[in-house]
């Protein structure tokens, strides 16, 4: 039995209502097999039967973006280095510590069901490196000192918080580099989880420290997290405010349904001023796309405020977390 009553294992069926009744407006997607169960639950999606407003990574050029950013470079630079470090965040395990009535509250502890979601790789946490007397932090090498690495490099990967909402949560996470197709499924660089640094349930976020013990990926990661943040300083110093504030595009990176990495695009159609001071937006999301990037264009003194994809109403209802600056 698990804590709250309810038999650990249930029936597929059975699961799946729970998970909907569990998840309210987030939007992560489950698997309770093989990940080839993710396609098809986007073949069969209840939100969006066609996702023809989801473009493909690799689909992703100028032409896509609204006419007035068309021949904007450094704004397609951005987006196209940020679409370099979001990731795949997949939880294989849920938190006890969840409250009452919040996302995923009722899962427990259910062995065999995994969540996804999205994030971005921030900033540098840990240079690759070796330090005297110290071993890498994360689960694998804590709980088995005998292969515990001393070299290391660790990132902060910035995502919703309902997708990792604790430490043992993000011990229990990894996120996927460069799921840019279905051809790369299984094939992608991996981060492991060790602990949220900053997180806020009101407004829906959370800063959550990942390692690697490889070292060429550490410094390539390294590399596209300081391109794209010089590209965001950039801009970010810009003040072109050229569409009306609730009509200023958006481009959201995600990973819908668990599966290859998309970007919609869109404009917002709100903003509220109390808090939490989320963003509803007309680009598309998915299960799956909670966490993702919103990227708000326009107005570049935003852009120091990007916040993760948080929720839906409807189709084109779309809201964020609470922006927050880095």
Partial sequence: MSWWGMPTYLPTSLLLI????????????????????????????????????????ADFHSGCLPESY????????????????????VVEETSLDRPE??????????????????GWVWSSFRSFSTKDKETCPCKECFTNKAVARSQWG?????????????????????????????????????????EVLMSD?????????????????SRKLEARV????????????KNNAAHDAETQPVVIISHPHGCSKQISIGVVSAERDDYPRNWTYTARTCPGSS????????????????????????????????????
Wanted: a negative charge.
């Fill in 18 to 57: 729970l998970i909907l009744l569990s998840t309210g407006e987030h939007e992560m997607e489950f698997c309770t097999g093989d990940e080839s169960e993710l396609l098809t639950k986007k073949t069969f999606c209840d939100k969006d039967s066609t996702h023809e407003e989801f473009i493909p990574v």
């Fill in 154 to 194: 660790q990132f902060i990967v910035r995502t919703a918080k309902h997708v990792i909402f604790d430490d043992f949560e993000a011990q229990h996470a990894s996120c996927e580099l460069n799921y840019d197709s279905e051809d790369c499924r299984g094939k992608c660089d991996t981060l492991l989880g060790v």
């Fill in 291 to 326: 966490g993702g990037p919103v990227l708000r264009l326009g107005n570049w003194s935003l852009l120091s405020c990007v916040p993760p994809h948080s929720g839906s109403r409807t189709l084109e209802m779309n809201y964020s977390s609470e922006p927050w600056l880095f």
């Fill in 226 to 237: 300081s391109h794209y943040r010089k590209l965001f300083n950039k801009l970010g110093s």
């Fill in 70 to 89: 068309r021949e904007k470079q450094d704004v397609f630079d951005l987006i196209q280095a940020a679409i370099h470090i979001t990731v795949r965040v």
């Fill in 201 to 217: 349930i009101d407004g829906d976020f959370s800063e959550v420290t990942f390692v690697t013990h490889d070292s060429d990926l």
């Fill in 101 to 118: 009535g919040y996302t995923c509250h009722k899962l427990g502890r259910r062995g065999g069901l995994k969540r996804f979601g999205s």
